[in-house]
């Protein structure tokens, strides 16, 4: 019901756009996030974003990641720059509503030279 996409391979330095598109069954979303796992790591929340386009950020990523939302196309996004090989991992979109939660199933970042 949430299908990302946009992960690959990056050198350091440079950037990619992930998308996470929520199907039509998926009604009245609040927040949507980005959240991300790196192995051997607990899944940590990478940014989130309010219907009304409120954001906050993982400290880690302020100032180099930048979250946004359609909420026409119920699509959320997240513009990654000055990527750094410590944002290695799989990254989930998150939707939620006021009676329940929705996982993408994450797409692989991998930054290195």
């Known amino acids: 019901q949430l299908q990302a996409s946009g992960g690959g391979l990056v050198q350091p330095g440079g950037s990619l756009r992930l998308s996470c598109a929520a199907s039509g069954s998926i009604f009245r979303i609040n927040d949507m996030g980005w959240y991300r796992q790196a192995p051997g790591k607990l899944r940590e929340v990478v940014a989130t974003i309010g219907s009304g386009g409120s954001a906050n950020y993982a400290e880690s990523v302020e100032g180099r990641f930048t979250i946004s939302r359609d909420n026409a196309k119920n699509t959320v996004y997240l513009q990654m720059n000055s990527l750094k090989p410590e944002d290695t991992a799989v990254y989930y979109c998150?939707?939620?509503?006021?009676?329940?939660?929705?996982w993408g199933q994450g797409t692989l970042v991998t930054v290195s030279s």
């Open positions: 998150k939707a939620v509503t006021v009676a329940a939660f929705f």
